[in-house]
């Protein structure tokens, strides 16, 4: 710390409470040493402190001008040491013997939870000065502490008396105010306001006063002089005031949120130049929304000045200009979705003029048939093909797309899309579907679809991972499925209110749905608040509480926000271990029963028996041993073949029996 390496008690190599014949003799000795060009040392060059040279002997004479007065000598003794007890004599000595741990043992004894007292009042001063040397954030802080508590003291006037006249009369107040001033120009290029204020956090409420009054002077004084400059700007080019606005913004924030820390929003000077704030940047929103959209600018000033006033009330703390900021957002909000509420205008208007048509034509068909004898008696009939051609092309389709060209362009969809108003862009996409399914001439809102689909959303999440969920966590096995669903975790970064559209896909590729509350084209929808704080979204699952409507193989839950997927997720749905043991189980046994039910080598022993009785016959020049021998030999075939027809199905059932043991063990192990 330069007010104690550069003090003038540290160059002239004495202590704060030197003599005048001491501080008289070191000034001599110096002078007599600088003649020759020789340096002076001082028992009192701490070796914890940067080497010094006093061979400048006009800064050394500087050095001892600047504690003659006795005011002076106050100063500067507090940010030096002094030997005004036997604690302070055994310490300093301790210190130019470089045992500094010695030396704080000694002074911390003394000070550590007491008060400031006719024997330790130098020990405090002491120690402060060691501390604000530190590096370390906490034993400045120490430092400041004990100082302060030095000067509020009683026996303050013992530590002027000690280094200055016995008569001298000090004003405490001024004095604490003038250590912390010279603190602060210490610290301003050190640490931060923030940090600043941190080390003084310990003092008490005359200390933090003085602070705050300090470090609110001069960031009120910016601020004040940011919103005249802006405001002269904005007056003079109001085309550039939402550029004059961030520039406010941005310039005063960091004095603003000083002012914060140090006032809080209750305090009347904080609400005064906040506000005065807020309404300036929200003036060059307004004027710059004017001025732009009188000139026909290309620019999304709508967005722009939106900005502004967001930024307006996130700052204001009156009434009066929290309202005013309201109110501007309000009637912004409602330009913003104009664009979207003139195509719901144009495509609502064209599908109550289809509907009112085809309710005329159709009661005009109906009075005909109830009018007209020969329909009625069934010699004539109504072409009911004609009568629906006539309610397709009761619209002038061709009249339908012009103006679907003027109202809807690539940039009003962009605006469509990015507008918060999600009930508004729901109707706007059911209308655009509603028409391509029944314009007569519908490619040009297909196109506008496509389009539409592939602008991304703007969102203000990000879906970091996702979790598919089941009725009471278990795993996806059809004997615990009931409803599955899907948590989204997210990283947000503002707040938002975002509709999810689901799309619940089954392997084979078709749609989940419900005919009467699944929303066009997918299975369900959910809205959900999304804040700063959010970091999981829960969407609701798909099923039947009663029991699983999921099909065994790979599923997907696909999540769309304003037609565009943001998101997929696979899964897969299988026999739990158990159903997959029944159910081998119950075909290897039917199996068994087919095995026990089979004749084995059947045809062979048929066969070997048709040929037995051909050999039984008589037959002309065979004789009896001949006959008797083929007969044997026969019959030898057919019990072999018997023979072997029992063995192979004695070692099948023998092998599906020990399948089914084998599948009954597993089924008793298995945990689901």
């Not at 599908?351 to 004898?373: C, F, G, H, M, W």
Request: aromatic share 8%.
């Amino acid at each position: 710390m330069e007010l104690i390496q550069n003090n003038p008690y540290r160059i002239a190599g004495i202590l704060s409470n030197a003599t005048d014949r001491e501080l008289q003799r070191q000034k001599g000795r110096i002078a007599a040493h600088a003649r020759v060009e020789r340096d002076t040392d001082s028992e009192f060059d701490f070796h914890f402190l940067p080497k010094i040279s006093r061979k400048e002997i006009e800064v050394v004479n500087k050095a001892f001008s600047n504690v003659e007065q006795n005011q002076d000598k106050v100063n500067y003794a507090l940010f030096w040491f002094l030997n005004a007890s036997p604690y302070d004599k055994t310490a300093i000595e301790y210190l130019k013997n470089g045992d500094e741990e010695k030396a704080l043992e000694i002074w911390e004894k003394v000070t550590t939870g007491k008060d400031v007292n006719s024997k330790n009042f130098s020990a405090f001063n002491n120690l402060g000065t060691y501390k604000l040397l530190s590096r370390n954030k906490s034993d400045v802080k120490m430092g400041i502490e004990v100082k302060i508590k030095l000067i509020e003291s009683d026996c303050f006037e013992n530590f002027v008396h000690s280094v200055a006249d016995e008569t001298y009369i000090i004003n405490k107040q001024k004095q604490s105010e003038k250590l912390i001033d010279d603190l602060l120009s210490q610290f301003k290029n050190q640490f931060s306001s923030s940090e600043t204020l941190e080390l003084f956090r310990g003092c008490n409420g005359i200390t933090q006063k003085y602070l705050s009054k300090k470090f609110t002077e001069e960031p009120l004084h910016k601020i004040e002089s940011q919103i005249e400059s802006c405001k002269k700007k904005r007056k003079a080019d109001k085309g550039r005031a939402y550029e004059f606005g961030l520039k406010l913004f941005t310039n005063t924030k960091d004095d603003l949120s000083l002012l914060n820390s140090l006032l809080g929003t209750s305090d009347l000077k904080y609400k005064a130049v906040a506000d005065q704030l807020a309404n300036e940047i929200m003036q060059c929103g307004i004027d710059y929304f004017n001025e732009s959209q009188e000139n026909d600018s290309s620019e999304d000033f709508l967005k722009q000045a939106l900005e502004l006033n967001e930024t307006a009330l996130s700052i204001a703390v009156g009434k009066l200009t929290i309202d005013r900021a309201k109110d501007s957002l309000n009637t912004l909000e409602e330009m913003k979705d104009r664009e979207v509420a003139q195509a719901i205008a144009l495509l609502q208007s064209v599908k109550d003029a289809y509907e009112t048509n085809e309710q005329q034509i159709r009661q005009q068909v109906k009075e005909l048939k109830e009018s007209d004898p020969l329909i009625r008696l069934g010699h004539r009939t109504i072409n009911q093909s004609a009568v629906e051609d006539n309610i397709k092309n009761s619209i002038d389709w061709d009249k339908v797309n012009d103006l679907l060209k003027e109202i809807l362009p690539d940039e009003s969809l962009e605006r469509i899309k990015a507008s918060t108003n999600n009930e508004l862009k729901s109707e706007f996409t059911e209308l655009a579907f509603w028409l391509k399914e029944y314009s007569q001439s519908n490619s040009l809102i297909s196109r506008i679809i496509e389009k539409y689909k592939r602008i991304p959303p703007k969102l203000s999440f990000k879906i970091v991972s996702s979790v598919i969920t089941n009725t009471d966590n278990k795993p996806l096995y059809t004997k615990f499925i009931r409803y599955i669903g899907l948590n989204l975790n997210l990283d947000v970064t503002s707040d938002m209110s975002v509709t999810f559209y689901l799309k619940y896909i089954n392997p084979n590729g078709s749609l989940k749905r419900n005919s009467k509350s699944s929303p066009k084209g997918y299975s369900q929808s959910v809205t959900k608040k999304i804040t700063k704080q959010t970091s999981r979204v829960i969407l609701p699952g798909w099923g039947n509480s009663e029991e699983c409507t999921y099909d065994i193989g790979e599923h997907r839950i696909e999540v769309y926000i304003d037609e565009y997927l943001i998101h997929t997720k696979k899964y897969a749905v299988d026999l739990a271990p158990s159903e997959r043991f029944e159910k081998e189980i119950a075909s290897t046994e039917k199996k068994l029963r087919e095995i026990n039910k089979m004749d084995y080598y059947e045809s062979e022993i048929r066969s070997a028996k048709n040929e037995m009785s051909e050999i039984q016959k008589f037959k002309l020049f065979r004789g009896s041993s001949e006959k008797q021998s083929q007969i044997q030999a026969q019959q030898a075939k057919i019990d072999k073949l018997i023979q072997r027809s029992k063995e192979e199905k004695k070692k099948d059932v023998r092998t599906q029996e020990e399948k089914i043991y084998k599948l009954k063990m597993e089924l008793s192990a298995a945990k689901y």
